[in-house]
Each structure stands twice: as C-alpha cells, then as structure tokens.
C-alpha cells in the first residue's frame, strides 16, 4: 500500500499559471518535507514541515508557497510558474526530523 | 564545492561484475549517511544506511571513513535491475536538520 501519495502524477501548466501539488501521508509522521529536482540533478529541499511549523529554505523562492492543513496533507503552491520551474517535485515524510525520510513517487511538472 | 559530492558516471558493468561507488562530504558536521537508489523518473528509495562499522546487506556493503569524509558503495554480482542512479545523502545537524543530496552516480548493467 503506498504510503506517501501524490497527486497528480504528472501536472501540465502554463506560464504564469498558480498550480498546486498534493502531497498525503498514512505514516502518520510529523514531517512532511517538498523537494524540488532537476533533471540529472540532486533533490533541493524547498521546506518542511514539523507538525504545524513551517521551515523554509533560505533559497526557496517566494514563488513557492506550502500549507498543510493536517498530519495527512501537505500542498506545494506555485504562484507564478516559470519555465525554470519545470521540474520533478517529490514529498517526503519521516516521523520526527532525525528519522529516515521516505518520498512519495513525485508529480513531474511541465510548464508551456 | 559542493557539499556532497559523487562521480555521475555511467558506470557501464558487464553483469556479475562487481562496482563500487564513493562518495565525500565537506562538512564535518555531517551526522549521518544513506545511500538510496532512484530509477529513472522515480522517486528515491532508502537502500541502506551507512554506519561507522561498515555494514552489509546482501549483495550491497556500505562503508564510513569519517577522517577522509567519504562513504562507499560496493555493489557484488551486479544484476541488471541494479541498473539505476545511486545517491549518496549526508544528514548534517549544524542548526537544523537537513539532508544533503549528491546529485547521484548512473549505473548500467549489461546483459
């Protein structure tokens, strides 16, 4: 059964376009993590989540956006997108900030 | 310099060869090491976790070495479904909490 589920799987928008990626959980963890990858690149972690508590990365763009309504849920909003925002966004998850972290199977996202 | 840092290959393997992989990290507040594995257009899944020990799993044996900051990946009697993109990932604790991705090593086995 998956255990980090997002929807969809594969997102067309246009340029400038808000989008928004879903994230959920059945883990039950207390972190929810939105990466950002790039062809034949690392992941970027983009935020995270511990429980309510919202953690940004110094160089997330304000163009990215996160909420999470609950444990279960977590959204990824693109305000504006770019074409340079073309890339695979994977969630994660791990029960507390030390533990493993574990990746849903990612929405890949394409900008016309 | 990037923080973690790995060969991107491809590392192009007869089958039952076997490979391996490293793996250096800048930051010697670097807590904790992972290798995980992610196919093409996948998400990356946990492989294993590296320990000051060394440890083994199977056909896969990953090693410490903190002095020289690197860690390794050996990979025995390569199949072809090992063909895929092995990340190394560093977890640091200098403020927060954050895992470090390099940004992988390919891996082709052929028949």
């Known amino acids: 059964d998956a255990m980090v589920i997002q929807n969809p799987r594969y997102q067309v928008t246009q340029f400038g376009k808000p989008v928004t990626l879903s994230c959920s959980q059945t883990?039950?963890?207390?972190?929810m993590y939105w990466y950002q990858q790039k062809s034949s690149q690392a992941p970027k972690l983009l935020f995270h989540?511990?429980?309510?508590?919202?953690?940004n990365e110094a160089d997330t763009p304000d163009n990215f956006q996160s909420r999470r309504p609950n444990t279960s849920f977590c959204f990824l909003d693109i305000r504006s997108p770019g074409l340079g925002d073309a890339a695979m966004y994977l969630c994660?998850?791990?029960?507390?900030?030390?533990?493993?972290?574990?990746f849903g199977p990612g929405t890949r996202l394409l900008v016309l | 310099r990037k923080e973690v840092e790995q060969d991107p290959g491809p590392f192009n393997v007869p089958e039952g060869a076997t490979v391996a992989f490293n793996c250096t990290y800048s930051n010697s507040a670097s807590q904790s090491f992972f290798w995980y594995r992610q196919d093409c257009r996948k998400e990356p899944k946990l492989l294993m976790s590296v320990y000051s020990s060394g440890n083994e799993d199977g056909r896969f044996t990953a090693q410490l070495n903190r002095a020289s900051q690197y860690i390794s990946l050996l990979i025995r009697d390569s199949k072809l479904s090992d063909s895929a993109t092995y990340l190394c990932v560093v977890k640091r604790t200098s403020g927060t909490y954050k895992y470090i991705f390099g940004t992988g090593t390919r891996l082709k086995v052929l028949a």
């Open positions: 989540y511990y429980d309510k508590d919202f953690n």
């Open positions: 883990l039950n963890h207390n972190v």
């Open positions: 994660a998850t791990s029960l507390g900030l030390q533990e493993t972290q574990y």
